[in-house]
């Protein structure tokens, strides 16, 4: 029974390790396009970097509400993240 539940703890960070990956490379993309636009002058670089830190915040703020469980931070040092981890077996 534990190995089935290890399974499914393996799939469901597998999953979320895809989903941050995706976030990571349609940032990057936006972020070169936008540079292209303001290489080339189709945009001002101010208003450029401005799209771009905007759209970075939002997919910040995206992958927070979609990959972070209920008690979990982004800063969350790697004592927090074990001790709050061996809380969560003891109380299952």
């Given at each position: 029974m534990?190995?089935e539940?290890r399974k499914r703890q393996?799939?469901?960070?597998?999953?979320?390790?895809?989903?941050?990956?995706?976030?990571?490379?349609?940032?990057?993309?936006m972020?070169?396009?936008l540079?292209?636009?303001?290489?080339?002058g189709y945009?001002?670089?101010?208003?450029?970097m401005?799209?771009?830190?905007g759209?970075?915040?939002?997919?910040?703020?995206k992958?927070?509400s979609?990959l972070?469980?209920?008690?979990?931070?982004?800063?969350?040092?790697?004592?927090e993240?074990h001790?709050r981890?061996?809380?969560r077996?003891n109380?299952?």
């Amino acid at each position: 029974m534990a190995n089935e539940e290890r399974k499914r703890q393996l799939e469901i960070a597998s999953v979320k390790q895809n989903y941050a990956m995706l976030l990571l490379t349609i940032m990057t993309l936006m972020n070169i396009l936008l540079g292209v636009f303001m290489v080339y002058g189709y945009i001002s670089i101010p208003i450029g970097m401005t799209i771009s830190f905007g759209f970075m915040f939002l997919v910040m703020i995206k992958a927070h509400s979609s990959l972070l469980e209920d008690g979990e931070t982004i800063w969350e040092s790697p004592k927090e993240f074990h001790k709050r981890r061996q809380s969560r077996l003891n109380n299952d």
